[in-house]
């Protein structure tokens, strides 16, 4: 059974780092495209960064220079490092294991819970 | 960056009903386009994918279509526990977006 667990959210002040995990089972992390996705109290969806099997990354534009995505292959864990935070960073985020189809990715297969992120002083 | 947007909001509706909501692209984005339910409190689950295709174990009375720029999310007939967030996504090119949410209630 997939399961995708996230933890390293909590209170963080405004400029400080904060590292989220995502403890996969199931399947190997390192031979498929996973992502951050985060979402605001009260608001929508809003993707942070994939990386893909072969260790190609991408993010957003809100969090480039500032968060990286990597992951560690022998504890099948995906990562979000997130620097210079911001009160505009507070979030749920989400990690997802990406679906591919034809070089593509149609969409988000499996979710984790979440992890609370707060940025405030 | 690709812009979706959602159509209505919001809307109500009752058990038994069809209820369809619409998702815009800002540019062609061919049929890369991914359906999601949210509950409160939850991750969210896929849907659709590449437009119209089913994820597996999502009911049947979930369908969708469309291609370019404009989608649809037909819900054939309401169940109770439809009542939900929809979100479209876009997977046709970085950065990855989302449109801003439909939130189906009871009526």
């Known amino acids: 059974e997939v399961q995708l667990v996230e933890s390293g959210g909590g209170l963080i002040q405004p400029g400080g780092s904060l590292r989220l995990s995502c403890a996969a089972s199931g399947f190997t992390v390192n031979s498929n495209y996973m992502s951050w996705v985060r979402q605001a109290p009260g608001k929508g969806l809003e993707w942070v960064s994939v990386i893909y099997s072969g260790g190609e990354t991408y993010y957003a534009d809100s969090v480039k220079g500032r968060f990286t995505i990597s992951r560690d292959n022998s504890k099948n864990t995906l990562y979000l490092q997130m620097n210079s935070l911001r009160a505009e960073d507070t979030a749920v985020y989400f990690c997802?294991?990406?679906?591919?189809?034809?070089?593509?990715?149609?969409?988000?297969?499996?979710w984790g819970q979440g992890t609370l992120v707060t940025v405030s002083s | 960056d690709i812009q979706m947007t959602q159509s209505p909001s919001s809307v109500s509706a009752s058990v038994g009903d069809r209820v369809t909501i619409t998702c815009r692209a800002s540019q062609d984005i061919n049929s890369w386009l991914a359906w999601y339910q949210q509950k409160p409190g939850k991750a969210p689950n896929l849907l659709i994918y590449v437009a119209s295709s089913l994820q597996s174990g999502v009911p049947s009375r979930f369908s969708g279509s469309g291609s370019g720029t404009d989608f649809t999310l037909t819900i054939s007939s309401l169940q109770p526990e439809d009542f939900a967030t929809y979100y479209c996504?876009?997977?046709?090119?970085?950065?990855?977006?989302f449109g801003q949410g439909t939130k189906l209630e009871i009526k």
């Open positions: 997802a294991r990406d679906a591919p189809w034809g070089g593509q990715l149609v969409g988000k297969e499996y």
């Open positions: 996504q876009q997977a046709n090119s970085f950065p990855v977006t």
